[in-house]
């Protein structure tokens, strides 16, 4: 066997650290710099005060920055001051442990999408004391870049919230710097809790979910209407939405796709304006709806493949028309899609001058005899 001279092993060696080098200049410090900790966290599911450590705002802000009044929870101060931190630098990774309780925060964590990761391995944060129209976390990006920051994640959470009054979101995206967006990737998260557990604002597109649930909130998730430069391409992917008064909102007229998704027991579960919204490979299940649980006021909503079950007793019928459209123009399009149950009062499906469509096309006024019944 011919073998090669040491020496070429030993120039190669040598081209291949020479090389690693210059791929260690190209990565981001958010991946050469070790995570930031929220250190001076407690973390016991208890409150703690600035005031029970500090006598004066001074002196706590020598430990904490981010703190604004002796008032605040030393776990928001711990937490917003390792956040801004990390933005601070241009970049990088908060790590949140779980210690087996919850965080307690009194105030809004806010994020910047473009330069922050935030990550906890299961890790509670509840929140408690917000104020109406706030939210928990805020992600509002000011700093460079509107593309290009996909790699900034936040995930591995449970947001607890101090429940659906007062009205308070448990994820807020908006920013208001023209040019940015607050795009974020939000993976392996439990939101509940909230009068809103995602609401949406100004300039907040691109955004994927995965992997996560909300629920025991007024609305899941709430786009509002009159949104600037927002609404594209906003996903979910094997998310769990139930146990609210509306899964989806979309006043807003978002494009929003929703991929191998629950959305089960809800009054209503989804709630269209003049959007798009694609429901592909999803389970919806319900009890006997007491309000249409598909409402569609000008847009149009595609189910393809999936299940649209309504569960109890066939006597246990309550609505005239299970799917409200409002306007003409408002559509419903179910491709091979597995019915159960559909019962109304009177037989009809639909209520309003809006249409729904069987896959091959064909306007249905009636359950098709596919769809079964108990």
Known sequence: MKRRPLFAAAAGVAWLAASNRADARTVSNQEMVAPLLPDGAIADGTSHPLSSRFSTLAEARMVFPAATDLSDELDWCALQSSIDKARSQRGGAVYVPNNGRAYILNRTLTVDPNLVTLRGDGSTLRFVGLRDGTAAVLFRADGPAAYGHERHVFEGFELVGPGRDPHVAGLSFRTDIEGLSSRAMIRDCSIHGFFIGVLFGDRAYGIGFSHASIFDCEFGVHAPYGLKDAGETISFSQCYLFNSGCCVSNAGGFDMKFFGCSLDYAQRLVWDNNGGIDLIGCRLEIAPPTHPPLHCNGGRINMFGGFLLINGPSDAVHLPELFALTNP?????????????????????????????WYEGAEITEAPASIGHP
């Open 329 to 357: 123009a408002a559509s419903i399009h179910f491709f091979s899609v597995t019915g159960w149950n559909w019962r109304t009062t009177t037989g009809r499906l639909t209520n309003g001058p809006g249409k729904v469509r």
